[in-house]
């Protein structure tokens, strides 16, 4: 299963980068710089906005579809989605089957004045700290990696530091423990990490089940104005659309196309 192998790769490269930079010493950086920041969880924030709100996604490659973008001038791809209204910017940052890198996040941070999520399979918490370090205002934690135990400590660990975490489900029983682990934010991902099929209903059906108080978040398979305009009336608040907007020449145009906005 795919997310079993992005799993155990991942588990590699933290233990790997902990010979460089001890847990100790991530958690305490980690800790100064929350001390320090006066503003917090911008990423929930920038998603209660009026009317549907978009994280816009910064990705090179994918497991299922291979190189999306050749030309990957990831920089000026950000300022393009913040310029366009972007509420939030996503960035990969999993090396091996996304191709994305840490530095491609902390470039873009410095670049841009939105919150930034970093999108990677956290399975430690010295990630969670390390997401912190590099800038990041958010981070994405998967229902389906993480036992409820370990979800509410990660989620106690993100309130620690400021960062906000969009929960990843799937199904009925995914969302409720992200409810019962205390998410604030909750995303359904249309796509089964397990199948790599998508059915874009996934979102709608499923958004009942989550209370209005939390922000709920639709990921995958969005390509067109029909489907953010169902998603609007669903009452979801963001959409979450990476392969779209990174296939896209004129990604301006197309995140105007896809919230229904008149463009020239």
Same mark, same amino acid.
Not at 72 to 95: C, D, K, M, N
């Given at each position: 299963?795919?997310?079993?192998?992005?799993?155990?790769?991942?588990?590699?490269?933290?233990?790997?980068?902990?010979?460089?930079?001890?847990?100790?010493?991530?958690?305490?950086?980690?800790?100064?710089?929350?001390?320090?920041?006066?503003?917090?969880?911008?990423?929930?924030?920038?998603?209660?906005?009026?009317?549907?709100?978009?994280?816009?996604?910064?990705?090179?490659?994918?497991?299922?579809?291979?190189?999306?973008?050749?030309?990957?001038?990831?920089?000026?791809?950000?300022?393009?989605?913040?310029?366009?209204?972007?509420?939030?910017?996503?960035?990969?940052?999993?090396?091996?089957?996304?191709?994305?890198?840490?530095?491609?996040?902390?470039?873009?941070?410095?670049?841009?004045?939105?919150?930034?999520?970093?999108?990677?399979?956290? !399975?430690?918490?010295?990630?969670?700290? %390390? @997401?912190?370090?590099?800038?990041?205002?958010?981070?994405? &934690? #998967?229902?389906?990696? /993480?036992?409820?135990?370990?979800?509410?400590?990660?989620?106690?660990?993100?309130?620690?530091?400021?960062?906000?975490?969009?929960?990843?489900?799937?199904?009925?029983?995914?969302?409720?423990?992200?409810?019962?682990?205390?998410?604030?934010?909750?995303?359904?991902?249309?796509?089964?990490?397990?199948?790599?099929?998508?059915?874009?209903?996934?979102?709608?059906?499923?958004?009942?089940?989550?209370?209005?108080?939390?922000?709920?978040?639709?990921?995958?398979? !969005?390509?067109?104005?029909?489907?953010? %305009? @169902?998603?609007?009336?669903?009452?979801?608040?963001?959409? &979450? #659309?990476?392969?779209? /907007?990174?296939?896209?020449?004129?990604?301006?145009?197309?995140?105007?196309?896809?919230?229904?906005?008149?463009?020239?």
């Amino acid at each position: 299963m795919i997310l079993d192998t992005i799993a155990e790769a991942t588990a590699l490269r933290v233990a790997n980068q902990k010979k460089l930079v001890s847990p100790k010493e991530m958690q305490e950086a980690a800790l100064r710089i929350a001390k320090a920041q006066q503003h917090r969880f911008p990423f929930e924030q920038a998603l209660l906005r009026e009317d549907i709100n978009f994280i816009c996604e910064v990705k090179k490659a994918s497991p299922s579809k291979g190189i999306i973008a050749e030309d990957f001038p990831y920089v000026q791809i950000a300022r393009e989605y913040e310029q366009a209204g972007a509420a939030a910017i996503s960035v990969l940052t999993e090396p091996r089957f996304f191709l994305g890198k840490d530095e491609y996040l902390e470039e873009i941070v410095n670049a841009v004045s939105i919150p930034v999520l970093r999108k990677d399979f956290t !399975i430690d918490p010295y990630q969670i700290y %390390q @997401a912190k370090t590099l800038g990041a205002s958010a981070v994405l &934690l #998967i229902c389906a990696l /993480l036992e409820r135990p370990v979800l509410r400590e990660y989620l106690d660990i993100c309130r620690q530091l400021g960062l906000s975490a969009l929960v990843e489900a799937h199904d009925e029983q995914e969302i409720q423990t992200a409810a019962d682990a205390g998410a604030r934010i909750i995303g359904v991902n249309n796509r089964n990490l397990k199948t790599f099929d998508v059915d874009i209903q996934n979102s709608r059906r499923l958004r009942a089940l989550v209370p209005e108080s939390v922000i709920f978040v639709a990921e995958s398979g !969005i390509r067109t104005a029909d489907d953010v %305009q @169902a998603l609007r009336d669903a009452g979801v608040h963001a959409v &979450l #659309i990476g392969e779209s /907007l990174m296939r896209s020449p004129d990604k301006t145009k197309m995140l105007h196309t896809l919230r229904g906005d008149a463009y020239d």
